[in-house]
């Protein structure tokens, strides 16, 4: 089986998808690696797997893979957190003497504290930290990179930081996903043999601008105590100011029927696009 995954080798979504699989009884995995998430996007077909980042503890939701998933057939079969710190290499002795800083773009938004702290430096967005490192190496006088400090020990640089996130205390949680549609009426059929499950989807208003539009929606599930963990309202781009709902739900054992009743319920009023449910 092809597990497709941000590349080359070591980037977090590498670490991510060896954790998951320290979790999960897969064999005869071959590693997939592609330069940006949306070429792994693109990468999963049939029975093959791939891995997004989800969100991300400092920086929040990935948004490109929230817009993805909006429109896309895909079912997700589980997730994975793992702890994400990052080091800082540059090819000068002293931070004043950087010009240009190679860094993922999810990676930015976790490093403020010392991307502001530099002036004057150019800075170059990757799609990948492995990437940032990569053209770092092939780089001139005056380059840096970030990248993930599992890196470091293996390098030697004339300026190395290391912990250089915005704090120590960080993760970054993917999904792990299946190229076929989520059918709410085929999983509805399934059981999972597990204690908790988590469910996402997406539910798109046909209008928006109603007073208690989302009151509605949320009330089905406090009726039926289900656990909402997560909701994101994400532009459905078709027209400005028209938004739907990214949605988690999570449950017991005993509450997966009744969130299958529950979903359908909400899909005779709304539509529903659902990405399937496992096992947390
Ligand atoms: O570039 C990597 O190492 C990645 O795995 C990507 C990614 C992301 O896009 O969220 C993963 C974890 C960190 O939050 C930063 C970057």
Known sequence: MKFSVLGPAGTFADAAAKAYLKTQPLSNIIFDYHPTFDQVYQAVSGENIGLLPL??????YVSATLQRLQSADVTEIGE?????????????????KIKRIYVQF?????????????????????????????????????????????????????????NVADQDDNSTRFII?????????????????????????????????????LYDILGYFAKSELNLV????????????????YLEISGTREQQAILFTTLKKIAAKYRVHSLGFYAV
């Open 230 to 245: 997560t909701l994101m309202s994400l532009p459905v781009k078709t027209q400005l100011g028209v938004y739907s709902f």
């Open 106 to 162: 999810k990676t930015e938004g976790q490093c403020q504290t010392l991307l502001t702290s530099m002036r004057n430096v150019q800075i170059i967005t990757t799609s990948s930290n492995m990437i940032s490192l990569e053209k770092f190496q092939a780089g001139q006088s005056g380059d840096a990179a970030i990248i993930p400090q599992s890196q470091m020990t293996d390098l030697s640089f004339p300026l190395m930081m290391d």
């Open 55 to 60: 969100e991300n503890q400092l920086d929040g």
């Open 80 to 96: 994975i957190t793992i702890p994400v710190n990052f080091g800082l290499v540059a090819n000068v002795t002293d931070l004043s």
């Open 177 to 213: 996903f299946q190229s076929h549609p989520a059918d709410l009426e085929k999983i509805s059929h399934e059981h999972l043999a597990t204690d908790h499950f988590k469910a996402p989807l997406f539910i798109t208003p046909a209008f928006n601008d109603r007073p208690g539009t």
